[in-house]
């Protein structure tokens, strides 16, 4: 946390008019990148993610092949432009790293890796434009990206992030509540049933919060499902226009 | 990752042993292996600890250097935990920039500091331009599963050892050390493994290589101060709950362990 904490609630609302359970304004659009097996773009808030799905392909290098199911390799990045402050380096931070491998576990929990065997599912991760949130906002495109590229998977993720600002919980923190927030928890959900998929989380919650933060997550499920939902049934629309036509 | 054929055959045993509701050490599924903390082993650091928990074997070594503050925090010093995965502790690991795994671990066991503000970092400041930086290294020296409980309680163990260098005439002294580096709070972590449908907690190397989903929780008695669910499993919310009820329970024991210790 950053000293100099600015006002993050004004009568009882969040800085952006927000209130305490309430997504910021969310957008998909499935099947963005034409030489990508799958792919989404997700504007959530003012984060602005592309997510891309190459694969089921050739596992390489042949030392990481496994016979008997398909690995899935994950990158996530933010570009050096994403950011309202200084110019970001670009390539791997440590940060981006573990984001990778979360993200990575999250997929290959639904993704049916017995199907493809000796193969490799790709997911790119590229965060253009970051204000909070930017790997559940990731995790959203690339499960839209996935099933856009005709992976099977169990269950469609979502994921979303809920934090503490002085004895509030609110949800999907954006850039400034995340930087001043007194704690954040990014979790990502399979909805049919509510497991949790990815938990991280910083600050200080007492149980109660974070029983009451889980709660919100799984709630809020239902409107970000529906916008997955709806942008890959737009996408499958525009393609079988585009082949009676 | 790929699976040996020998860690197949050490998943079923472990998987039919817990279907027995037992584990391979007859420990209880919530009991810690045997915990022993080792303050001060390394002379030349300002703190250092070693950490024993079952066949696992970390160290942890504190530096304490002249630094800058931070050009947004200019009033105060400045820490950072690492853990280090050294080709020495396993087999598996090799030389070579750190995997994601190694990066996952150094970072989960900062967070639990940094988020527990388990030092005062104000008192880290010393004049305009001037103030300490705390730096806490994990070595891993050998791998016997729950990393991560080992790593923080050492990387805690390490900064209660902690002692200032001095500050005279605008030189260090690291040969005069007097005072305690100043500790405002105390977190401890506790890592739990879910094997099919058996939770557990402090998995031994087998058991992780049994695991589906892991659950780390740090806490201080009063809050928790961060989580990480880790690998490809999942966690119900009614699950996770519990089990941050159990890493409040196991606090008290932990906690006065490192301080028994100091």
């Known amino acids: 946390m950053k000293s100099n904490k600015p006002e993050l609630i004004v009568n009882n609302k969040r800085l952006d008019g927000r209130n305490f359970d309430e997504l910021r304004p969310l957008s998909i659009k499935a099947g963005v990148i034409d030489n990508a097996s799958g792919s989404a773009y997700v504007e959530w808030g003012n984060n602005k993610i592309i997510a891309a799905v190459y694969g089921p392909k050739e596992a390489m290098p042949k030392h990481m092949m496994d016979p008997s199911k398909a690995i899935i390799k994950c990158r996530y990045a933010m570009s050096p432009f994403s950011n309202l402050s200084e110019h970001g380096r670009s390539g791997p931070s440590r940060r981006s790293t573990e984001i990778s491998k979360v993200i990575k576990e999250v997929f290959e929990n639904v993704v049916f890796l017995n199907e493809f065997p000796g193969s490799e599912i790709d997911i790119f991760v590229e965060v253009l434009q970051g204000d909070g949130g930017t790997r559940a906002a990731g995790i959203t495109a690339a499960s839209v990206a996935m099933a856009s590229a005709g992976i099977p ?90 082949y009676e036509s | 990752m790929k699976m040996e054929s020998i860690d197949m055959i050490k998943v079923n045993y472990i998987k039919s042993m817990l279907a027995k509701n037992m584990r391979e050490d007859s420990r209880g599924m919530f009991d810690f292996r045997n915990m022993r903390i080792t303050p001060g082993t390394m ?40 853990a280090e995965l050294l080709p020495l502790a396993h087999s598996k690991y090799e030389s070579g920039p750190p995997t994601p795994e190694a990066i996952e671990l ?22 305009e331009g001037k103030a300490w930086g705390v730096y806490i290294d994990v070595y891993v020296l050998n791998y016997g599963g729950n990393l991560f409980d080992a790593c923080e309680i050492a990387a805690m163990s390490a900064l209660l050892n902690s002692t200032m260098p001095t500050y005279e005439d605008g030189k260090v002294i690291h040969e005069n050390r007097k005072n305690r580096l100043k500790i405002d709070n105390i977190v401890t972590s506790t890592t739990f493994a879910k094997i099919g449908g058996s939770i557990l907690l402090d998995p031994s190397l087998d058991e992780e290589i049994a695991s589906d989903a892991r659950l780390t929780v740090t ?23 519990e089990l941050v009820g159990i890493s409040f329970n196991k606090h008290v024991e932990l906690k006065s362990l490192i301080e028994k210790r100091v």
């Open chain 2, 219 to 241: 806490n201080d008695g009063s809050s928790i101060r961060s989580m990480q669910k880790g690998l490809r499993g999942s966690f119900y919310q009614k699950e996770i709950e």
């Open chain 1, 153 to 242: 998977m169990r269950d469609l993720v979502y994921a979303v992030s809920v934090g503490r600002i002085d004895d509030k919980l609110a949800l999907d923190l954006n850039m400034i509540e995340d930087n001043y927030s007194d704690s954040d928890m990014p979790i990502a959900v399979a909805p049919r049933d509510g497991e949790i998929l990815l938990l991280q989380m910083d600050g200080g919650l007492s149980r109660e919060q974070l029983s009451r933060g889980i709660s919100m997550v799984l709630s809020a499920g239902k409107d970000i499902s529906k916008k997955q939902i709806d942008a890959l049934k737009e996408n499958y629309d525009s393609i079988s226009k585009k």
């Open chain 2, 106 to 127: 150094s970072r989960v066991t900062d967070r639990g500091i940094r988020a527990g503000s388990c030092i005062d970092l104000k008192s880290l400041f010393i004049e």
């Open chain 2, 43 to 82: 002379g030349n650091a300002e703190g250092s600890a070693q950490v024993e928990l079952g066949r696992t074997k970390v160290l942890a070594g504190v530096k304490i250097a002249l630094e800058a503050p931070m050009t947004d925090t200019p009033d105060q010093g400045n820490m950072t935990v690492a």
